[in-house]
């Protein structure tokens, strides 16, 4: 059994009357609603009725639908930023910095070896600007609070498993209410950064990994784990979980995902496993 999930302002289930198979479910008034239907041709419809609207529209399997495992990246999807971007414009070195970020999250260039060459060029970099970074830039995505809250009072597990700092993840871990997190090791003299990151590297492989390892643990399906995230290094982890949601995501990323979220904050993914708004804690 699916259902076609429709999240946004005004979504309206009588807009895709002519290919429901049952009475719409409304999850959030004028905003979120699921509509039964028949097969998976109802999306490539409804995406095609919408076309235009800033509506988040995809097919949902309704079988073990609430996950008992989320596991997400964090820069660019529970946070606002990519850290190593803000830590190299405190070293003025932002746009050199970013347009390599840019190719490893899409894709473009491998994983491992685009993190080594960023943080090499942040050799020197006094350990201050960690601080100030986090202080400054970095700021949880609306909807966060709310869906760690919502899942974990739902008796999930949720992790968060960044290719970014564990200076960082440690902290927005905490802020966000997840239960675990992992991330790399910025290394450093005491004072500087040497340019130079712990061995080995969180990444694809790693990300994965994390999943697998979680639902072995935890002793349920694959089926009952979530993850998300935004670059190609989540794309393992993302098609391997029951549900695998691209977040405002990349091309790469959004095309190989099972749901994809552009228009909407991160509530969305307690909608996609059809909780309403009554169910949802307001944390935000």
Known sequence: MFVL????????????????????KILSPGHAFDLPVAGSSALTVARRIAEGAALDINLVATEKRRKKLLVADMDS?????????????????????????????????EFETALKERVGMLKGLHL???????????????????????????????????????????????????????????????????????????????KLEALEEATRHLKIDFAETMAVGDGANDLAMIQRAGLGVAYHAKPVV??????????????????????????IIKSD
């Open 5 to 24: 999930n429709v999240i946004g302002k005004g979504a309206d289930p009588a807009l895709f009357a002519g290919i429901g198979n049952g009475a719409a």
């Open 77 to 109: 999807t529970i946070i606002t930023v990519e850290c190593l971007d803000e830590l190299a414009d405190m070293a003025g070195l932002k746009p050199q910095i970013a347009a390599i970020t840019e190719r490893a999250m899409r894709g473009e260039l």
């Open 128 to 206: 201050s600007a960690l601080e100030k970074t986090y202080a400054e830039r970095v700021r949880l995505n609306p909807g966060a609070k709310s869906l760690l809250a919502t899942m974990r009072a739902g008796g999930a597990h949720t992790m968060l498993v960044s290719g970014g700092f564990g200076y960082f993840t440690q902290r927005v871990a905490q802020a966000a209410g997840f239960h675990v997190e992992r991330g790399n090791t910025l290394l450093d003299d005491g004072e500087y950064l040497t340019g130079e990151v712990a061995t080995p590297i969180l990444g694809r492989q790693a």
């Open 254 to 279: 959004a095309e190989a995902a099972g749901a994809a979220i552009n228009h909407n904050d991160l509530t969305a993914l307690l909608y996609l496993q059809g909780y309403r708004d009554a169910e």
